[in-house]
Each structure stands twice: as structure tokens, then as C-alpha cells.
């Protein structure tokens, strides 16, 4: 399975970008899938989850209510959209998949697959 993100850039204070997620190999359509960020000089930060079905989400608290997780097995493509953009944003994305599900989730550990990441620059 190789995962690739893409979608990152400079964007404002405020703004919004949408990350993609492309996966392709064997399907993970029984896979978490999830995004993680690292900003330099950190460790990485669990943003967000979907489960394999896709009907359950769940995210940091700091991103609530700004960004939204969502997946398309058809297209085998796995989104992030981020609005209301904040500089502590700045930071390499990554998606991640991992085999079912486990209370783990917000666990870089616990996943499987990964992509190489995006960086996403927040700044005016």
C-alpha cells in the first residue's frame, strides 16, 4: 500500500486548504485512516481520525469545529479540510491507515501505512 498526500502550500491566518490523500495497492476499505502534523521541532500530533466505514470522526481539540476528515473508497482518496487557518497549523501533514479499529487512534504508533507528507505554511 503506498499513501500519498498532497494539497499543502502557504496560505494566509484564516485561510483554508483541502489535503488529498491518494492510496493505492490492495483496498483499505477496513482500514482507520487518519492525519497527523508535525511542526519543527516536534513531535508528531495526532489531527484527526475516520474510521473504515467512515461514519465516525473524531479530532484534536484544538482543530474542532475548523477541520473536517472525510474519504472517498471509491476514488480511494482521504481528505482533510481545514478552515479558519491559525499559524500553530504550520507543520508537514501525514495520512495514515491502520487495520480496524483501536483505541490507539490518536497513536502515531498504532498505524500501519504512511504517506510522505505535505507541508502546510500558515502566515501572513
Known amino acids: 500500500v503506498q499513501l500519498q498526500a498532497s494539497g499543502g502550500g502557504l496560505v494566509q491566518p484564516g485561510g483554508s486548504l483541502r489535503l488529498s490523500c491518494a492510496h493505492s495497492g490492495f483496498s483499505l476499505d477496513f482500514y482507520a485512516k487518519a492525519w497527523f502534523r508535525r511542526a519543527p521541532g516536534k513531535e508528531h500530533e495526532w489531527v484527526a481520525s475516520?474510521?473504515?466505514?467512515?461514519?465516525?470522526?473524531y479530532y484534536e481539540d484544538s482543530v474542532k469545529g475548523r477541520f473536517t476528515i472525510s474519504g472517498d473508497s471509491a476514488k480511494k482518496l482521504v481528505y482533510l479540510q481545514m478552515n479558519s487557518l491559525k499559524p500553530e497549523g504550520t507543520a508537514v501533514y501525514y495520512c495514515?491507515?491502520?487495520?480496524?479499529?483501536?483505541?490507539?487512534?490518536?497513536?502515531?504508533?498504532?498505524?500501519?501505512?504512511w504517506g510522505q507528507g505535505t507541508l502546510v505554511t500558515v502566515s501572513s
Open positions: 495514515a491507515a491502520a487495520w480496524g479499529w483501536s483505541d490507539s487512534y490518536r497513536e502515531h504508533t498504532w498505524y500501519d501505512f
Open positions: 475516520i474510521s473504515s466505514s467512515g461514519g465516525n470522526t
